[in-house]
């Protein structure tokens, strides 16, 4: 069983968002960049399988230099070995297509992703890797069970779950409650250094979209107080002020 | 032509849909283009045409008589094909969330999502999208002849737009599927919390389950879908599709009703963009309060019993 887990680099999850040169790019002047945190699910997951049935894990991230502490940490969580695409992706579109390029002489029965990246939010990424490489797609699940050749999974549809499977390759975009992450111990941290990193070069010059700028939500006007003891006072300002019930 | 996918639900049509229609329409209004509304599996009688649609095609056949992404983009990608669509609007669901990449692959299309206000055409094509968990919006140029965008619920206004759409029928020509379903379970009977207006949500400051009772009664009484912060959902407290938040599901109601919740940044990146957010909570200082339009500094075993007797006046008055 080989699975490759998909590693976005996004900032931690309590990062005030600034923006740079005019808002059009994120400033990450003292931004402390984590796995995110659903890649975190997926990865040990897919340790958790493999270390049940054999097989390796492999962990790919998009990114420049940079992000190769975040993929160290991947390998000290348990992960066999890494890819890094050498590239700052501009959309999840070249994030996939230059994982399809990257991997494309390899084989892999099982592809995990996030649901989504906790920076981009697009969600995107799972279902572009499956079309891309013809293969089938489970979307935001939390149970992942793989038997022989087939996965059965749990995904999340609006108002409830459904139970799905399907034969091997899949792609498969983790969920929370999928499993509790795994914390890196010093034994993991002293192996990673010496597990294999491959870089690889992609090049690809016409993307579908680019930002041209970033903008806050606009601040609120600053909270009405009402007193506790005419608490009801509230149900009327929503009727009256907001028309809204 | 702009195809827009409707996804149903039990038969009916989900109000997400008729909201991603309004945008087609009135997008096609901004370009001097026309709207097709796309069904997939079954017809319906709804007249789309007033919905904004100059258009109806359903592709029918059994491979469509349940969800996979695989098959619907399929048949989404036949009726693009057929109506010659350069740009397609899907309702950023869970389902409508699985089809949209695949189907932008398959039309070569450059894809958005999470897109929440009408595309700007004045010079090229743009949209704004929700971004950093709702703590920032991009502007993001879509570059290209095909475009697929997936719309945020509750991000647009369903309108009259009183049209009469013409209506045909094409048999679906894709691959059958190969992920089955096994089984599905649904909270039954209940708002669902991604399609819900009016919601009201607890945290941590309840206690206990056992206190839900009046949080219920609430929301049953406004005709709110019911939410939770994470540690109340961990703990068991309140079910999993419940939780609200950076990890648990986003939402856009537009009234948030807080009880007991601290407001700390992961719970707002799930919820700060609601239109109006009410606070109730023991702590002045409690962080919610700063992104609260209206707030209650109290506690929630007096003042939730308040809200109910209130509201079940006005709606005996
Ligand atoms: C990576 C990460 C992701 C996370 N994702 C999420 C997420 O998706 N969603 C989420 O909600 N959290 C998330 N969290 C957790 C978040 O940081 C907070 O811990 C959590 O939101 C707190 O929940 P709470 O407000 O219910 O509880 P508390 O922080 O314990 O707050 C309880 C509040 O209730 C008030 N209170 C107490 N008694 C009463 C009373 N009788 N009446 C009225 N008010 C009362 C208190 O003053 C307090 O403000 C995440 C954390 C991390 C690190
Ligand atoms: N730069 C990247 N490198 C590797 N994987 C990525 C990258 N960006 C996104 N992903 C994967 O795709 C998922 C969804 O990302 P997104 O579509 O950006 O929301 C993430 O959870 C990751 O698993």
Same mark, same amino acid.
Not at chain 1, 157 to 173: F, K, M, Y
């Given at each position: 069983?080989n699975i490759?887990?998909?590693?976005?680099?996004v900032?931690?999850t309590t990062t005030?968002?600034?923006?740079?040169?005019?808002?059009? +790019? %994120?400033n990450?002047?003292?931004?402390? %960049?984590?796995?995110?945190?659903?890649?975190?699910?997926?990865?040990?997951?897919?340790?958790?399988i493999?270390?049940?049935?054999?097989?390796?894990?492999?962990?790919?991230?998009?990114?420049?230099?940079?992000?190769?502490?975040?993929?160290?940490?991947?390998?000290?969580?348990g992960?066999?070995?890494?890819?890094?695409?050498?590239?700052?992706?501009?959309?999840?579109?070249?994030?996939?297509?230059?994982?399809?390029?990257?991997?494309a002489? +390899?084989?892999?029965?099982?592809?995990l992703?996030?649901?989504?990246?906790?920076?981009?939010?697009?969600?995107?990424?799972?279902?572009?890797?499956?079309?891309?490489?013809g293969?089938?797609?489970?979307? @935001?699940v939390? +149970?992942?069970?793989?038997d022989?050749t087939?996965?059965?999974?749990?995904?999340?549809?609006? =108002?409830? &779950?459904?139970? @799905?499977?399907?034969e091997?390759?899949?792609v498969l975009?983790a969920?929370?409650?999928?499993?509790?992450?795994r914390?890196p111990?010093?034994?993991?941290i002293?192996?990673a &250094?010496?597990?294999?990193?491959?870089?690889?070069?992609?090049?690809?010059?016409?993307?579908?979209?680019s930002v041209?700028?970033?903008?806050?939500?606009?601040?609120?006007?600053?909270?009405?107080? #009402?007193d506790?003891?005419?608490?009801?006072?509230? #149900? $009327?300002?929503l009727?009256? !002020?907001?028309?809204?019930? | 032509?702009?195809?827009?996918?409707?996804e149903?639900?039990?038969?009916?049509?989900?109000?997400?849909?008729?909201?991603?229609?309004?945008?087609g329409? /009135?997008?096609?209004?901004?370009?001097g283009?026309?709207c097709?509304?796309?069904?997939l599996?079954s017809?319906?009688?709804?007249n789309?045409?007033?919905?904004?649609?100059?258009?109806?095609?359903?592709?029918?056949?059994?491979?469509?008589?349940?969800?996979?992404?695989?098959t619907?983009?399929?048949?989404?990608?036949?009726?693009?094909?057929?109506?010659?669509?350069h740009?397609?609007? #899907?309702?950023?669901?869970?389902?409508?969330?699985?089809?949209?990449?695949?189907?932008?692959?398959k039309?070569?299309?450059?894809?958005?999502?999470g897109?929440?206000?009408?595309?700007?055409t004045?010079? =090229?094509?743009?949209?704004? *999208?929700?971004c950093?968990?709702?703590?920032?919006?991009?502007?993001?140029?879509?570059?290209?002849?095909?475009?697929?965008i997936?719309?945020?619920?509750?991000?647009?206004?369903?309108?009259? %737009?009183?049209?009469?759409?013409?209506?045909?029928?094409s048999?679906?020509?894709?691959?059958?599927?190969?992920?089955k379903?096994v089984?599905?379970?649904?909270? *039954?009977?209940?708002?669902?919390?991604?399609?819900? !207006?009016?919601?009201?949500?607890?945290?941590?400051?309840?206690?206990?389950?056992?206190?839900?009772?009046?949080?219920?009664?609430l929301? /049953?009484?406004?005709?709110?879908?019911?939410?939770c912060?994470?540690?109340?959902?961990?703990?068991?407290?309140?079910?999993?599709?419940?939780?609200?938040?950076q990890?648990g599901?986003t939402?856009?109601p537009?009234?948030?009703?807080?009880?007991?919740?601290?407001?700390?940044?992961?719970?707002?990146?799930?919820v700060?963009s609601?239109?109006?957010?009410?606070?109730i909570?023991? $702590?002045?200082?409690?962080? %919610?309060f700063?992104?609260?339009?209206?707030? #209650?500094?109290?506690?929630?075993?007096?003042?939730?019993?308040?809200?109910?007797?209130?509201?079940?006046?006005?709606?005996?008055?």
């Amino acid at each position: 069983m080989n699975i490759l887990v998909c590693v976005s680099p996004v900032p931690d999850t309590t990062t005030k968002i600034t923006f740079a040169d005019n808002n059009t +790019k %994120f400033n990450t002047n003292g931004v402390q %960049f984590i796995i995110n945190p659903y890649d975190e699910l997926a990865l040990t997951r897919a340790l958790e399988i493999t270390e049940a049935q054999g097989g390796e894990v492999t962990v790919i991230t998009v990114g420049t230099a940079g992000t190769e502490p975040i993929i160290r940490k991947a390998l000290a969580i348990g992960a066999h070995n890494a890819i890094r695409v050498n590239l700052d992706p501009v959309d999840a579109m070249q994030v996939a297509k230059a994982i399809q390029v990257a991997v494309a002489d +390899k084989s892999f029965d099982l592809i995990l992703t996030g649901r989504e990246s906790i920076d981009h939010n697009g969600g995107l990424v799972a279902g572009l890797l499956a079309e891309l490489m013809g293969m089938n797609l489970i979307n @935001v699940v939390t +149970k992942i069970d793989v038997d022989g050749t087939t996965v059965t999974a749990v995904r999340d549809i609006d =108002g409830g &779950r459904e139970t @799905v499977s399907c034969e091997l390759p899949a792609v498969l975009s983790a969920q929370k409650d999928l499993c509790e992450p795994r914390i890196p111990n010093m034994r993991g941290i002293m192996q990673a &250094r010496t597990k294999p990193l491959q870089v690889v070069e992609y090049s690809e010059s016409a993307t579908g979209t680019s930002v041209s700028s970033f903008e806050l939500p606009p601040a609120k006007e600053g909270v009405k107080l #009402i007193d506790a003891a005419n608490a009801g006072e509230l #149900i $009327d300002l929503l009727r009256t !002020e907001k028309k809204l019930i | 032509m702009i195809a827009v996918y409707i996804e149903t639900d039990g038969g009916s049509i989900k109000k997400s849909s008729l909201e991603a229609l309004a945008y087609g329409a /009135d997008l096609a209004a901004q370009t001097g283009d026309q709207c097709a509304a796309v069904l997939l599996g079954s017809t319906s009688d709804v007249n789309l045409g007033d919905s904004g649609a100059n258009k109806t095609l359903t592709i029918t056949g059994d491979a469509l008589s349940t969800f996979t992404a695989e098959t619907f983009a399929a048949a989404m990608d036949q009726a693009c094909a057929e109506l010659d669509a350069h740009t397609i609007i #899907i309702s950023n669901t869970y389902n409508g969330k699985s089809i949209a990449p695949r189907l932008a692959v398959k039309r070569n299309a450059a894809i958005v999502s999470g897109v929440v206000s009408q595309a700007d055409t004045s010079t =090229g094509f743009s949209v704004r *999208k929700s971004c950093f968990s709702n703590k920032a919006f991009a502007q993001v140029a879509v570059n290209g002849e095909n475009r697929v965008i997936t719309l945020i619920p509750n991000s647009y206004e369903v309108k009259s %737009f009183g049209l009469s759409a013409s209506a045909s029928t094409s048999a679906y020509v894709g691959p059958q599927a190969t992920v089955k379903s096994v089984s599905i379970d649904k909270v *039954k009977g209940k708002i669902p919390l991604t399609e819900a !207006e009016l919601v009201v949500s607890a945290g941590r400051g309840m206690k206990g389950p056992e206190n839900w009772g009046m949080i219920e009664e609430l929301a /049953d009484i406004l005709g709110a879908a019911t939410a939770c912060s994470k540690p109340v959902s961990d703990m068991d407290w309140r079910p999993h599709s419940e939780h609200v938040g950076q990890t648990g599901i986003t939402i856009k109601p537009n009234l948030y009703i807080a009880v007991g919740i601290s407001g700390a940044i992961q719970h707002l990146a799930g919820v700060s963009s609601s239109k109006v957010i009410c606070v109730i909570n023991t $702590d002045p200082e409690a962080p %919610f309060f700063k992104a609260a339009d209206y707030g #209650i500094v109290g506690d929630a075993f007096e003042v939730v019993p308040k809200l109910i007797a209130r509201a079940k006046e006005l709606k005996t008055a």
